[in-house]
């Protein structure tokens, strides 16, 4: 039975999905699919306790082995991937119950869930397959189930902008996955091969030709697009700002992480044999985007009134920081970026949750709307306070350990002005994170606010339990940085110096 | 209880209070018994700490390890052990003043602000007992995000305004620079742990010294060197005593603490003098020292003027790091002590003054020392060990700061000390001047028409008692300084010039 669990990962959401048409009665799809999440999550923590232990998994589709069929290959960096996705997944199902009745039409509940478990099929698929045609069509997957729920915010509460943001994140999100294809079929037309190892065998000695190089350029720019970064962020903010709560703070902490992942097979595994940081000035450019990113995304999300698209861009310039990791191009920076890639996807989700459960009792998530909501929604606001304050980086939070190795890698890398660009940019943060908690602690509501009040268990426990992680994560941060130390020298081995 | 176990204690009580603080917050007699108790054995653990000191043990608690070969650790010295001293007797004294101050002024929010103040006293020993750069930056960042809702306390318009000055400025500094210049130590030399010969000794060498030393001097802003000491006259729309142990004594202790501490134990001295130019912090701290007297001048509000007042001597304390010299290091933590029993008895007796005559101006302290002659009393006292003369304890400080400049040949540090004396004499005896020498006027004579004859009318007495107490340590510490000057002497290894017999009177008095 463990054998088949990296197979199980992704088919148990895959074929729970369209159970949930079937089953259609609304409490049992609910009790069905939380069942289903949760079992995805006890396989990704087996998962990840085999490969910190054993190493490496391989795991061929239907006994067809690897230039035939599909491999499914998981190492450390990619269980860790599965590990954040199926923990996100589950809690923020375990969220979703009251906040997707007040903002998704009645009769469409039972499709959410469907959605939310093909979305999650996607994203896990994406990550654990080691051929690269595979990983497109899970992409798709994702895409689709993606636009679909985003497009849900549409329902009750007469949101007629979310089908709006699903339609520009559908066009958008097409082309990057276009772009991502073309890159991939020129590979297989230079190489015969879609294996991700065999890939990294064979292109070195094709890679001097313009179409492989041109692979290259279509393939990152594709997966820029998916993971937002400057300048091919602009459909991200809508996106998240319209969408239903729940599916906010699902994809915010999933959907761009994984795109990153796929950034780094791309650079470390499948063009790992080639010194992509010494032959092309693919790490500037990484830079350079990282720190616009940075600047743009905090800048942009100081003047948001609207807290969700203030959270948007801030994911805009966190994203820069992990992309920041990859291209200073050593261990500590990579590293950074690697444990960056959990921490944030914690605390980001326990932002969007609490917001959610803000827009569940005041109807708004301006931050006008956020008055005096430190006294009527003590919890949901100390857990926004406690992430956001692990956002910003400060001691004892998991965003602190982040920044903390990002600095050093700039530094090591002798780049004290991104040292110093990534302080600034804190900065920029802790003046958006502020001026929330100067509305909910220190500013009297216009009117006063008698429904507002927390939300239910089902809401504040999954939301806490983030937040409470980023506080974990940042005190003790042995486990973490241990395991983002490892990956690190596991990537950085491939490639030739 | 041994040392180790201390360490934590020190830490955990005004946490522990803190939070029984707010569980009796309905009660406020029963709250404020438990400030008191809190501080009171906050003091006895610290006195119970120091004979150890004194004998030279260096106790260490690891609190966690954060990752691998970076914790968060305490560990008592000498310097640490100085200012825990003189943050938890203080407190003691401040407490009983807030008492007073806060009912007779009928100020909202009092569980906030008790709260609050309990945690800015655990932030100032986890900064005093911090044994490493790690450590004493996060309690650092602590005590700043503690002290915010003290500083808004009145939560008006203009409250809210000082407010984001003051977390403004601070952040800024310390997470712009401060924080820069840590991570730069941490992978220059792989370790933050303060070490007596300076944890950069032997890494660095040349301009990189001059550029970490100004991100750490400018990093640190609560030691309020010029330009960064903004913050510090916003603070003091704060409740005054939020602004007599916080704005006097814990916070920007804290910061000049950390200036001497990075100086040391960070860099080492000689480092230091070993890299040529370093010595342009002096020259910030001589300016910072001048130019704030200057302004002092010409404040008529009283807590303003004592704000500017305390950007000056933050910066003797600098200046005596700065000059190098191990004698007026001993100097500069002599005056981080006497400073705060001098500086928060000028606090005490201006909110003593606001709350019975309800003046905020120097120019309404015509005649108020016959009116409060305690509160005026102390006063005095606490001008004249700001001017430095004795019989009190700024002379002391300025003392060995003079005689560090003199041996070092820093005559420009001699020169800024002798103008800065006459600078403090000019803005701090006109107000003694006026409050005994001239008559009152104004509707606060409530006794009648003639001049002469005055009822007493002092403050409520919690905040005569606190007043008076400090005033007097400030005379006492003049001619019995042997504990903190024992402990300084031990810090910089000078030839300890105070016998083992003022050491075991020290343990017999604890």
């Given at each position: 039975m463990t054998a088949h669990l990296p197979v199980l990962q992704v088919v148990l959401p895959l074929m729970a999905a369209p159970l949930c048409v079937v089953i259609r009665q609304l409490t049992l799809v609910r009790l069905f699919s939380l069942v289903v999440t949760g079992t995805a999550f006890l396989i990704s923590a087996t998962l990840l306790y085999q490969v910190n232990t054993a190493g490496p998994i391989s795991y061929a589709i239907g006994n067809w082995p690897a230039p035939y069929g599909i491999e499914y290959r998981i190492d450390l960096l990619n269980a860790v991937l599965l590990f954040i996705i199926s923990l996100i997944g589950f809690l923020v199902l375990i969220y979703s119950k009251n906040s997707i009745a007040r903002e998704i039409t009645q009769n469409r509940l039972y499709l959410f869930h469907s959605l939310y478990l093909l979305c999650m099929t996607g994203l896990l698929g994406m990550v654990i397959t080691g051929d690269v045609f595979n990983l497109f069509v899970f992409l798709e997957i994702t895409a689709l189930s993606s636009y679909a729920l985003i497009a849900m915010g549409g329902g009750r509460l007469g949101n007629p902008q979310a089908l709006y943001a699903a339609f520009r994140y559908l066009i958008l999100g097409t082309l990057g996955g276009t772009f991502y294809i073309i890159g991939v079929g020129l590979m297989y037309m230079m190489t015969g091969a879609l294996n991700m190892a065999d890939l990294a065998r064979l292109l070195p000695s094709v890679f001097d030709t313009t179409t492989i190089q041109a692979a290259l350029g279509f393939l990152v720019v594709g997966i820029t697009l998916k993971m937002a970064?400057?300048?091919?962020?602009?459909?991200q903010a809508a996106a998240y700002a319209r969408a239903p709560s729940t599916v906010s703070s699902f994809l915010a902490a999933t959907a761009t992480k994984v795109a990153v992942y796929v950034q780094l097979r791309m650079i470390f595994t499948v063009f790992g044999q080639i010194p992509l940081f010494r032959d092309t000035p693919l790490d500037e450019i990484l830079i350079v985007l990282a720190l616009s990113s940075m600047i743009i995304g905090s800048l942009s999300a100081v003047y948001q009134k609207d807290m969700r698209r203030m959270l948007a861009f801030s994911s805009l310039a966190q994203i820069g920081y992990i992309v920041l990791g990859i291209g200073l191009n050593n261990a500590t920076a990579l590293s950074a970026s690697i444990v960056h890639l959990f921490n944030h996807a914690l605390m980001k989700s326990a932002l969007f949750m609490a917001l959610g459960a803000v827009f569940m009792s005041t109807h708004s998530v301006k931050r006008g709307a956020m008055r005096g909501l430190g006294r009527n929604m003590p919890i949901t606001m100390a857990a926004f306070v406690v992430a956001g304050l692990s956002l910003i980086g400060?001691?004892?939070?998991?965003g602190f350990i982040s920044k903390w190795l990002l600095v050093q890698g700039a530094l090591e890398s002798g780049m004290w002005p991104v040292a110093l660009m990534i302080l600034v940019s804190s900065l920029l943060s802790i003046i958006y994170i502020w001026k929330v908690v100067e509305a909910a602690y220190f500013k009297k509501p216009k009117r006063a606010l008698p429904k507002a009040r927390d939300p239910g268990p089902t809401m504040w426990v999954p939301m806490w339990i983030l937040a409470a992680a980023s506080i974990w994560f940042g005190v003790d941060a042995g486990t973490t940085v241990g395991i983002a130390n490892k990956v690190a020298e596991t990537l950085l081995g491939g490639v030739p110096q | 209880m041994t040392p180790e176990i201390a360490l934590p204690l020190m830490l955990i009580t005004p946490i522990l209070g803190g939070l029984l603080i707010v569980a009796a917050g309905r009660h406020p007699n029963l709250r404020e018994t438990i400030t008191l108790v809190t501080a009171v054995s906050l003091f006895l653990i610290t006195a119970f700490l120091t004979p150890h000191i004194l004998h030279g043990a260096l106790p260490e608690h690891v609190l966690v390890e954060m990752m691998p070969g970076m914790a968060l650790t305490l560990k008592a010295d000498p310097l640490g052990i100085v200012f825990a001293l003189v943050a938890s007797i203080l407190w003691i004294i401040n407490s009983l003043y807030s008492i007073g101050y806060m009912r007779k002024n009928g100020e909202k929010n009092q569980t906030r602000f008790y709260l609050c103040f309990a945690l800015a006293l655990a932030s100032v020993m986890g900064i005093a007992l911090a044994g490493n750069m790690l450590t004493l930056f996060i309690f650092y960042e602590a005590l700043t995000l503690v002290t915010y809702p003290l500083v808004t306390h009145a939560g008006t318009k203009k409250a809210k305004k000082a407010g984001r000055t003051y977390l403004g400025i601070l952040l800024v500094s310390s997470i712009g620079f401060q924080m820069l210049a840590m991570i730069w130590t941490w992978s220059i030399s792989g370790t933050l742990t303060f070490s007596p010969e300076g944890i950069l000794a032997g890494h660095v060498e040349g301009p990189m010294v001059l550029i970490l030393l100004a991100l750490y001097m400018f990093g640190i802003g609560k030691a309020a060197l010029m330009p960064l000491h903004r913050w510090l006259p916003a603070a003091m729309v704060a409740p005054t005593p939020v602004s007599a142990l916080l704005h006097a004594v814990a916070v920007v202790k804290a910061g000049v603490f950390t200036v001497v501490r990075v100086v040391m134990h960070v860099f080492g001295l000689d480092l230091l003098n070993a890299t040529s130019n370093s010595n342009w912090l002096l020259y910030v701290a001589c300016f910072t020292i001048i130019t704030a007297s200057v302004i002092a001048l010409h404040q008529n509000n009283l807590k303003r003027r004592l704000a500017y007042s305390t950007v000056s001597q933050l910066s003797y304390v600098v200046l005596g790091a700065a000059i190098l010299a191990p004698i007026s290091m001993v100097g500069a933590v002599m005056h981080i002590v006497v400073h705060a029993f001098g500086k928060i008895t000028l606090f005490f007796a201006a909110g003593a003054i606001y709350t019975a005559q309800h003046k905020t101006l120097v120019s309404e302290l015509d005649g108020i020392g016959r009116i409060m002659p305690w509160t005026m009393g102390a006063f005095t006292i606490g001008a004249i060990s700001m001017v430095g003369?004795?019989?009190?304890?700024?002379?002391l400080s300025k003392w060995f700061i003079l005689q560090g400049a003199m041996e070092t040949g820093q005559s420009i540090a001699v020169v800024v000390v002798v103008i800065s004396t006459l600078l403090n004499a000019a803005y701090f005896l006109p107000i003694v001047y006026r409050a005994f020498f001239l008559s009152p006027t104004g509707n606060s004579d409530t006794t009648g028409d003639t001049p002469t004859q005055h009822v007493i009318s002092e403050a409520p007495l919690p905040m005569v008692i606190a007043l008076s107490t400090t005033a007097a340590c400030t005379l006492l510490l003049f001619f019995y300084p042997e504990v903190p000057l024992t402990l300084a002497t031990m810090l910089t290894g000078?030839?300890?010039?105070?016998?083992?017999g003022v050491i075991n009177l020290a343990m017999e008095t604890f």
């Open positions: 970064l400057f300048p091919l962020h602009m459909w400060v001691p004892l939070t998991s | 003369l004795p019989p009190t304890a700024g002379f000078t030839t300890n010039t105070v016998s083992s």
